[in-house]
Nanobody, 128 residues
Framework: QVQLVESGGGLVQAGGSLRLSCAASGPTFTPYCMGWFRQAPGKEREFVAGISGVGDSTYYADSVKGRFTISRDMAKNTLDLQMNSLKPEDTAVYYC?????????????????????WGQGTQVTVSS
């Protein structure tokens, strides 16, 4: 069974930075596209950023573009999200996700339904 485990969440002041990490494990796990989603209280879960299976294509939600950077280490099966210039509206539970679909080897999946595996989430709280 594939497992995704997030870490790095916490409390930070507006304008600060946090780095989230996601470690993937499991038998013969070869993820294709991986991504980060978030869910704020009372809101639906939304796409934040994604990276293709090859690792050379990224896509960001407009709300985080220019502030967040997604990256992955294929050898270590890890996924990171560097979050800078954080705003109170970035407060949410952040989830790591991965798809096993070869459709997303060269592209990035935005829809939640494209992802097969999900982490348990890590809380990010940005104070004003």
């Amino acid at each position: 069974q594939v497992q995704l485990v997030e870490s790095g969440g916490g409390l930070v002041q507006a304008g600060g930075s946090l780095r989230l990490s996601c470690a993937a494990s499991g038998p013969t796990f070869t993820p294709y596209c991986m991504g980060w989603f978030r869910q704020a209280p009372g809101k639906e879960r939304e796409f934040v950023a994604g990276i293709s299976g090859v690792g050379d294509s990224t896509y960001y939600a407009d709300s985080v573009k220019g502030r967040f950077t997604i990256s992955r280490d294929m050898a270590k099966n890890t996924l990171d999200l560097q979050m800078n210039s954080l705003k109170p509206e970035d407060t949410a539970v952040y989830y790591c996700a991965a798809t096993r679909s070869g459709t997303y080897y060269y592209t990035v999946a935005v829809a939640q339904t494209a992802y097969d595996y999900w982490g348990q989430g890590t809380q990010v709280t940005v104070s004003s």
